[in-house]
């Protein structure tokens, strides 16, 4: 999802994965212009949860015009598989063993940008939503460099949405509400109101976390401490339209035993709320998502 969580890079050393074999596609080529990558310029382009059928026609016509692609950790291999033979890929993942500091991120790209080179910056989700995207467009516009910004689907709707779980229903959730599950650890206090937030999901609202596995249970806890009913339904979504996406159900108060007996693996999804139950009620005719 957002904010990258993922497998670590090869070298014991810190050094980035080496990337995929990719295969060329003609599409670049027939880009129209206003969606072509121009030189100097960088594109802060959302990847979407994971799967490149859900790449935009916007995002896809850059990527393929681009001279250099900065990946972060939620970009599939399959979608790194596709990018174009003509650019540079440079990983740029934040993982448990090593993560790119965003510092050096934000140099690489007014360093690529100042040679003249179209950049993109291929985030998974949206680069908006926890994706520090705004931090990416802060030093770009501090260094004088244009950029653009192409959203992505995020994963607050497509993990849910592949998964059968409509965030809202006018007969049961009228709203939703979405959190990280880790705040940056250097925040003198949590920006979370977890009355405010417990309060809506009791009344039926939905709350969505991303991020949220190794947080779970911590999560859950506020929750049940500020009186949500523990048999609130529960779902997390793991790598949504990945090959193993996989999705675990429970209730507020079993969500994290089951979770732990799936050895669920970021990223995934949470949805908390009544509406998760409807999952149930579609499940036998919904077709199955179809990764590349």
Known sequence: MEEDTGPGPSGADGSRAASPPRTESPFGESAPERCRGSPGTVYLVGAGPGDPDLLTVRARSLIETADVILHDALVRSAMIES???????????????????QSEIND?????????????????????????????????????????????????????????????HRNVSSRFTVITGHETP??????????????????????????GVRTL?????????????????????????????????????TIVDRVEEADVSPPATAVIGDVAEIRDDIDAQLTPFEPV
């Open 83 to 101: 990018l174009p033979h003509r650019a540079e890929i440079v990983d740029v993942g934040k993982r448990v063993e090593y993560k790119t500091p």
């Open 108 to 168: 690489l790209l007014v360093e690529y940008a100042e040679a003249d080179n179209a950049v993109v910056r291929l985030k998974g989700g949206d680069p908006f939503v926890f994706g520090r995207g705004g931090e990416e467009a802060q030093h770009l516009t501090d260094h004088g460099i244009p950029f653009g910004i192409v959203p992505g689907v995020s994963s607050v709707i497509a993990a849910p949405g592949v998964a059968g779980i409509p965030l809202t």
């Open 186 to 211: 250097d925040k003198a206090e949590s920006a979370l109101d977890w009355d405010a937030i417990s309060a809506a999901v009791e009344s039926g609202g939905t709350l969505v976390i991303l991020m």
């Open 217 to 253: 249970e911590r999560n859950v806890t506020a929750l049940g401490e500020r009186g949500v009913d523990g048999g609130k339904p529960v779902a997390l979504v793991q790598k949504a339209t990945w090959d193993d996406q996989h999705v675990v159900e429970g209730t507020l108060e």
